[in-house]
């Protein structure tokens, strides 16, 4: 585990230059890819996908099964006329039932693939269209946040990600990048909202919006590097409480390797060790309550 510099040989071009470069498609930007191919080659990779997560529950330990699920219904559309839902599974002790019974509040642990800050920032911009005395319901308080390797500025565009990463072989397939790129990011004017470029969101923004815990685990040889380096440093600036780590001689993902025999050792240890910040950040902030 080490903590990046500024002076760190992956170096990319500046803040300054971020804000004025344009989202590039990487293929024909004035062709954008139909939508039917879109879908044939999201639904092929969702379908590899499951097959990555099957051999998943080969290596040892094995996850345990959710102890319940529970499906919210959400403002987003699934399609023209029906609202899409929401899955999620909890995980609870054993004895969860009769605890809550007996008044015990547990802090709640949320996991989910990508957009960790945006959540945040539009969570923020929610809570703040309340009209007074119309909010009645407690407000959540979010402790910490914990990302790993984080896309945070979608106003570099890929090569530019790319050119600044010390291992370019490494970075993800343009396969892959320019099928995110043009299923998430239709129109080039969305790179600068702060829910898709979180770096593009002011000071003001971020300081409201963020906890005063953050953790960032980023990998040595990804072409994200770079962003989550200097957003650290940000956030640091203005008075958050940065754990920024870089895991060596890895890249995006490596977490997520599906290789049925067994996992990279450095996850262990790096979601150990984050699970341990965790844990004292709540033991910290549950003193201060």
């Known amino acids: 585990m080490r903590t990046p510099t500024p002076n760190s040989p992956s170096s990319s071009p500046s803040r300054a230059a971020a804000t004025t470069t344009p989202f590039l498609t990487p293929s024909n930007p ?8 879109l879908t044939l080659q999201a639904l092929t990779w969702r379908f590899l996908a499951r097959i990555g997560f099957w051999l998943h529950t080969f290596p040892t330990p094995s996850p345990p099964a959710p102890s ?87 106003r570099l565009s890929r090569s530019q990600r790319r050119a600044a990463s010390i291992r370019p072989d490494k970075a993800l397939p343009a396969v892959l990048t320019d099928l995110f790129d043009a299923s998430y990011l239709p129109d ?20 409201t919006a963020l906890p005063v815990y953050i953790a960032l685990y980023l990998c040595e040889w ?27 001689e890895r890249g995006h993902g490596f977490d997520k390797n599906p290789w049925p025999f067994g996992l990279d050792w450095k996850v262990g240890l790096y979601y150990g ?11 910290d902030s549950r003193g201060k309550d």
Not at 30 to 37: C, E, F, G, Q, Y
Not at 188 to 207: G, H, I, K, N, R
């Open 68 to 154: 319940f699920h529970r499906t919210f219904r959400t403002t987003a559309l699934h399609d023209s006329t029906s609202a899409a839902s929401l899955n999620l599974a909890f995980y609870v002790p054993a004895d969860y039932t009769r605890q809550i019974q007996h008044g015990k509040r547990y802090p709640v642990v949320v996991s989910f693939h990508g957009g960790g800050f945006t959540v945040l920032l539009r969570l923020q911009t929610y809570l703040q269209s309340l009209a007074p005395g119309l909010d009645d319901a407690p407000r959540p308080h979010v402790v910490a946040i914990i990302a790993w390797y984080p896309s945070l500025d979608y």
């Open 222 to 248: 990804d072409m994200l590097l770079r962003e989550g380096m200097d957003f650290g440093e940000r956030l640091e600036g203005l008075g958050k409480r940065v754990r920024c780590v870089v895991v060596d």
């Open 188 to 207: 080039p004017a969305c790179v600068t909202s702060p829910y898709v470029s979180p770096a593009a969101a002011t000071d003001e923004a971020l300081m």
């Open 30 to 37: 004035s062709k954008p890819p139909s939508r039917r191919l």
């Open 273 to 283: 060790r984050a699970c341990q910040w965790l844990c004292e950040v709540l033991e």
